[in-house]
Each structure stands twice: as structure tokens, then as C-alpha cells.
């Protein structure tokens, strides 16, 4: 059974502050997906990553995809109360390009205070 | 463009009673459909997917069932509900190997 762990559970930060979110796994995922989520809402796709060492940047946010693509980062530079929210990693394996099922990470919950 | 719309928002429902959570796709033909069951601040799980019309394949036992009657129609039911049914359930679609597209999802308690 694949699995996706991601560290920290939880983060409370001050505004400014930078922070890292990781997702970990013993398997290789064809591709990785970072979600945000707010309270009420459904997750909203921030990023797809698929070749190993790929790095993506959106904004103040930046993705890598680990080069044997068993693991991946999520950095948050100078965050903002605005990127407080649950954060979800959720990885594709090669058996499943037909079904499109994705594994996902037990969340972050990322507080940023003003 | 495409939508996803998942109703109701919010469901309380006694123990014993039915379910019928509808999951609708615009805008795009053969998705595959997702459901996710989620606790509190965390993770997804994945309850059902589907394919195609009638295509139901099941991830984990448990007292739902799905149906897929249209393309675009995604319904997820239970003929008798038990309290550990309740929690945040999201619908999803997407094509292939692209990211998905989640519905805003049903908060069902169960009482």
C-alpha cells in the first residue's frame, strides 16, 4: 500500500516567517500534487510536479519534486495571514494513468499570524 | 468552462435513515469521478471511483455504495446510515493524468 507522510501535522507561524512542508514516501509516484484547502471548502490544486529534481515556483511558494520522485517540498517564503489553510500533498502512481486515483498525505495545517 | 457542482452543503440525518449526495460535472465528457471522505483537518481518503457510465470500483468496505446512471453524474447513497458515516465528503473529477477538480463538499452528520 502506498503511503504519503507529511510533516509538520501542524505550523503556527508569525507573518513574514518562512516554512517548509514535506511529503515523504517509501514508494515512486509518477507525479505529485500540492492542494490547499479552506475550512468549508473543497482542496484547490496549487501545482502538478512530474520529472525528478523539478522545482516549481508560484509566487512566494516554491514545489520540488525529489530526484528518485519518492518525496516532495513545499517552501513558503515571507508567508502571509492569506496562505493560512490545509495543505495536501497527494501522489499518482504508474498503475493508475487510466483511473486517475490520487493518494494523498494526512495534511498540514499551516496557521500564519499577523 | 468546466464546473463541478455537489449538493447539499450541509446534512443532518438520523441514524437509520438514507443517503443520496449528488455530484454533477459541466463542461467536460468522460471524466473520471471521484468521492473522498475527509476527517477533520486531515487527509482524503478515497471511497469510490469511477471510469465510466456504470463503472463503480470500490476502495474501502463500508456502508456507502456509489452510481454513475450519466456521464456527468456522480451519486453516492447508503440505505441505512450509522454514525461513523458522518464527516466532510468531496466529489471530484478529472481527466486522466491532469490534477482534480473538487467539488465544495457535503458536511453530513450523523445523529
Known amino acids: 500500500t502506498q503511503l504519503l507522510e507529511q510533516s509538520p501535522q501542524f505550523l503556527s507561524i508569525q507573518e513574514g516567517e518562512n516554512l517548509t512542508v514535506y511529503c515523504n514516501s517509501s514508494?515512486?509516484?509518477?507525479?505529485l500534487q500540492w492542494y490547499r484547502q479552506e475550512p468549508g471548502e473543497g482542496p484547490v490544486l496549487l501545482v502538478t510536479?512530474?520529472?525528478?529534481?523539478e522545482v516549481k515556483k508560484l509566487k512566494r511558494l516554491t514545489f520540488q519534486f525529489g530526484d528518485a520522485r519518492k518525496d516532495s517540498s513545499l517552501h513558503i517564503t515571507a508567508a502571509q495571514p492569506g496562505d493560512t489553510g490545509l495543505y495536501l500533498c497527494?501522489?499518482?502512481?504508474?498503475?493508475?494513468?487510466?483511473?486517475?486515483?490520487?493518494?494523498f498525505g494526512q495534511g498540514t495545517t499551516l496557521q500564519v499570524k499577523p | 468552462s468546466q464546473t463541478i457542482h455537489q449538493w447539499p452543503a450541509t446534512l443532518v440525518q438520523p441514524v437509520g435513515s438514507p443517503l443520496s449526495l449528488e455530484c454533477t460535472v459541466e463542461?467536460?465528457?468522460?471524466?473520471?469521478l471521484y468521492w473522498y471522505r475527509q476527517a477533520a483537518g486531515r487527509g482524503l481518503q478515497l471511497l469510490f471511483y469511477?471510469?465510466?457510465?456504470?463503472?463503480i470500483s470500490s476502495e474501502v468496505p463500508q456502508n456507502l455504495s456509489a452510481s454513475r446512471p450519466q456521464d456527468r453524474q456522480f451519486i453516492l447513497s447508503s440505505k441505512k446510515l450509522l454514525l461513523s458515516d458522518s464527516g466532510f465528503y468531496l466529489c471530484?473529477?478529472?481527466?486522466?493524468?491532469?490534477?482534480?477538480?473538487f467539488g465544495s463538499g457535503t458536511r453530513l452528520t450523523v445523529v
Open positions: 471530484a473529477w478529472s481527466v486522466k493524468a491532469f490534477g482534480y477538480t
Open positions: 514508494s515512486v509516484f509518477s507525479s
Open positions: 510536479v512530474v520529472t525528478g529534481g
Open positions: 497527494a501522489g499518482r502512481s504508474g498503475g493508475s494513468s487510466n483511473t486517475g486515483k490520487l493518494i
Open positions: 463542461g467536460t465528457s468522460n471524466p473520471n
Open positions: 469511477s471510469v465510466g457510465i456504470g463503472q
